[in-house]
């Protein structure tokens, strides 16, 4: 038997099939007053009540397709919490009538695809006023994906670090460095933190935050850089950490579940650079913070092309090291507030950098040739330095951005 549209597929009838109204109280004295702001103010349209409640006083509004009814109470208490929220056409424009009536307005914390505020009408009834935007994330000039799709990118970042797992734990590069303790400077953990590292690679950034916090969750997309991370910790005593395999792209873990998520070093490997962002913002609590360092590419074109193409003959696993600018974009896409930005340098001893990758010899010799041979202008931002036609090392930016939900 086909199921009927009031039945479900589990034979419980669909009794509620959505909003015909809402209503809001004023005091009975009110009325005048209460019939200029949602009339007048808000330019709600009103609409006839029924001759049978005529007489209680009172307003019916029509709100899109649905009606805001103003009721009045002789023993009136103003909702402080429960609300109802419109959705308005222009938010700027409500909010410049609610100040010229002396409406008070309040924001919170914004979420993904609204712009909103609150204020209170005349009696301290609070109200919600929401405009959907079109989030339309910064487009990179190139992707990075030359063609691959998201699976077969994620199966080469799980081969190539596999393999270099060891090397990431004992990488100085990622141990140390100030970039770290800056870090802890911008999360700021507290001891009752449940933290979230992402793609932790060797693990030197879970490491770095738990003793501060209750839990550290350290996750990546590879078991066996997960493993090596995990022998790392275990090694150094500290109990407060647990290891889950996870898609950066799509976290195991439910809503609003951390106070602090970092993510160090990694994201130029994500397929998509959007979905995983998203699902960072999606797992931090309301006033969560959120701290991203990673390489980032020069906004001059050429100089991207540059850094972007030696990352990937070094490491085909790379997708992309995205600007400054492309990295603001897809964070607020995401409803985060982005609170500080820095851009840091690191210098790269060349021979460490390709050896942690175990590039083939004649390819590392071919990309060595490359940058020697790069136009000045580019050697000179990256500061490539060589001797007896030696390549010794070279220097790139990295980001520190933090953001909160």
Request: aromatic fraction near 8%; charged fraction near 25%; charge should be negative.
């Amino acid at each position: 038997m086909a199921e009927t549209q009031a039945e479900t597929s589990t034979g419980i009838m669909r009794l509620v099939e959505g909003f015909d109204h809402v209503q809001v109280t004023a005091p009975r004295d009110g009325e005048e007053q209460a019939k200029a702001f949602y009339g007048g103010v808000l330019g709600l349209e009103e609409v006839a009540k029924p001759a049978v409640l005529q007489g209680r006083g009172g307003a019916w509004y029509r709100c899109g397709a649905q009606q805001v009814h103003l009721g009045l109470e002789d023993d009136f208490t103003p909702q402080r919490k429960a609300h109802p929220a419109f959705l308005v056409s222009d938010l700027d424009a409500l909010r410049e009538r609610l100040e010229a009536a002396g409406a008070p307005i309040t924001t919170d914390a914004q979420i993904p695809g609204y712009q909103r505020f609150y204020a209170h009408d005349p009696f301290g009834n609070r109200l919600e006023f929401m405009q959907r935007v079109q989030i339309q994330p910064i487009q990179p000039a190139d992707d990075g994906r030359d063609g691959r799709g998201d699976e077969q990118i994620k199966t080469q970042v799980r081969e190539q670090f596999g393999r270099a797992a060891a090397a990431y734990v004992a990488s100085p590069a990622h141990a140390t460095g100030d970039d770290l303790a800056r870090l802890l400077q911008l999360a700021q953990p507290q001891p009752a933190d449940h933290a979230l590292d992402i793609s932790t690679g060797g693990g030197h950034t879970a490491l770095a935050v738990a003793p501060h916090v209750a839990q550290v969750i350290a996750s990546d997309l590879t078991p066996r850089m997960l493993a090596a991370a995990r022998d790392f910790i275990t090694a150094k005593g500290q109990q407060n950490v647990s290891f889950v395999i996870a898609d950066a792209e799509h976290l195991p873990f439910l809503d609003a579940t951390f106070d602090l998520v970092t993510v160090r070093i990694a994201p130029h490997h994500y397929a998509n650079i959007q979905a995983a962002v998203n699902e960072m913002a999606r797992v931090l609590v309301p006033g969560g913070r959120l701290i991203v360092i990673d390489n980032i590419a020069p906004e001059d074109r050429e100089l991207d092309r540059a850094v972007n193409e030696w990352d990937k003959r070094r490491d085909p696993s790379h997708v992309r090291e995205y600007t400054a600018t492309e990295w603001q974009g897809f964070v607020r896409a995401a409803g985060l507030e982005v609170h500080e930005v820095e851009i840091q340098r690191k210098a790269h001893g060349y021979a460490a950098w390709v050896e942690r990758m175990q590039m083939p010899p004649a390819d590392r010799d071919r990309l060595t040739a490359d940058i020697l041979a790069a136009p000045q202008r580019v050697r000179d931002y990256f500061e490539v330095t060589e001797q007896d036609s030696q390549l010794l090392s070279w220097a790139a930016d990295y980001i520190i951005l933090r953001a909160t939900k």
